[in-house]
């Protein structure tokens, strides 16, 4: 049985506890409506990096009040039990905790950041801002660490003595996750492409634009919406074509005449060049021929090599469409025809003496000579 003077004081613990756990939870609830109004008053004046403050840090104050509730109610504890290692264990524990909710609020603002930078002329390229925000995010995680175990006394020093064996162990047997993180620091430094481009590996077979670029692996969506994981140190030794850098996009097609045509052919030339050579949607400051290239199996070939004046895929392909189909009326105005693949199929006739065997065969049951 309880003592009367043991029950009044466990009583008057239960109180004071319960007070400080209500009061806690009351707090952060009133932090969170409180937080909200914030935010959507920084929402409907525009106010995007107060906005983002405002969401950052409402989650780790919420839950830093809580935290130094239950600090407090923990302190109430060990004034009734006096127990040496909680008393010893509640201070670091406290400010470890404090570290890990302050980095909590620091990692959120540095992720929203970038979303918020708005260009302007003469900046850094984007992708070296994202290369910032994620050394900066990995020196956070380090850093918390390594503040997380001071505060609870942890020989800092030999941690990192013995880290440092371990590290390079660790590096020989994950040479290829340190490969895709080089590789990672090569496509952001040398920018070979970028966020949103359109790239081609053709060694894999890989195209697609480019979505996320990872300390591992760069995300590529295919054409066909799959998603391809590139580990980056494929970056390194393998060809990368980035279309959307190109100057101009190439046109080389090879129109078929027949044979019959062959006189015509001169002046189908001559206006087919004079034809590309006005055209408002060919590069002229790129190559461009029309020529007369070869004998084919049942046409005389024509190749029209050109650029457009454009590096959008749907535009060439409009210009390219444009110069066929004049192409076919250019050869029509002259006379000439498209031609068609002739398939000839030639029968010979049997020798006289099988044709004989095969009318008069030999009865049953007779062998033949």
């Not at 509730?69 to 509640?90: D, F, K, M, P, T």
């Not at 994950?174 to 790239?199: C, H, R, T």
């Not at 020529?291 to 090599?305: A, C, E, K, R």
Request: glycine letters at 6%.
């Amino acid at each position: 049985m309880i003592p009367p003077k043991w029950a009044g004081s466990y009583q008057t613990l239960v109180v004071h506890g319960g007070i400080i756990a209500v009061a806690s939870v009351l707090l952060s609830v009133l932090l969170r409506v409180l937080g909200q109004r914030l935010i959507a008053h920084a929402a409907r004046h525009s106010e995007a990096m107060r906005e983002a403050l405002y969401r950052s840090t409402l989650s780790p104050l919420a839950v830093l009040i809580l935290l130094c509730g239950a600090y407090l109610i923990a302190v109430l504890i060990n004034q009734r039990i006096h127990a040496q290692a909680l008393a010893h264990a509640l201070g670091p524990s406290l400010q470890a905790a404090i570290i890990v909710v302050v980095a909590w609020a620091v990692w959120n603002l540095l992720e929203a950041y970038p979303r918020l930078r708005r260009p302007r002329a003469h900046e850094l390229d984007p992708m070296i801002y994202d290369l910032i925000g994620k050394a900066a995010r990995l020196a956070l995680l380090v850093l918390t660490a390594l503040m997380v175990l001071r505060a609870l006394h942890f020989p800092i020093s030999s941690l990192l003595t013995v880290g440092g064996v371990a590290g390079i162990a660790i590096g020989f047997a994950a040479q290829g996750v340190v490969s895709n993180v080089f590789g990672a620091m090569v496509v952001y430094l040398d920018k070979p492409f970028k966020i949103g481009e359109w790239i081609t590996l053709p060694a894999m077979n890989i195209s697609g634009t480019v979505e996320h670029i990872g300390w591992r692996s760069t995300r590529v969506r295919g054409f066909d919406t799959s998603p391809y994981y590139v580990p980056n140190y494929l970056f390194n030794t393998q060809v990368v074509e980035t279309p959307p850098r190109m100057q101009a996009r190439r046109i080389q097609q090879t129109i078929p005449v027949r044979y019959a045509d062959i006189d015509r052919l001169p002046a189908i030339l001559q206006e087919l060049r004079t034809y590309i050579t006005h055209h408002p949607g060919i590069d002229h400051h790129q190559s461009q021929m029309v020529n007369f290239t070869n004998y084919g199996t049942h046409s005389l070939d024509i190749m029209i090599y050109c650029f457009a004046g454009t590096v959008q895929w749907g535009e060439s392909l409009d210009i390219q469409e444009d110069v066929l189909l004049n192409a076919a009326q250019i050869i029509a105005k002259h006379g000439g025809e498209l031609a068609l693949p002739i398939t000839r199929v030639q029968m010979q006739a049997l020798e006289p003496e099988l044709n004989a065997a095969a009318q008069d065969p030999a009865p049953k049951g007779v062998p033949s000579e």
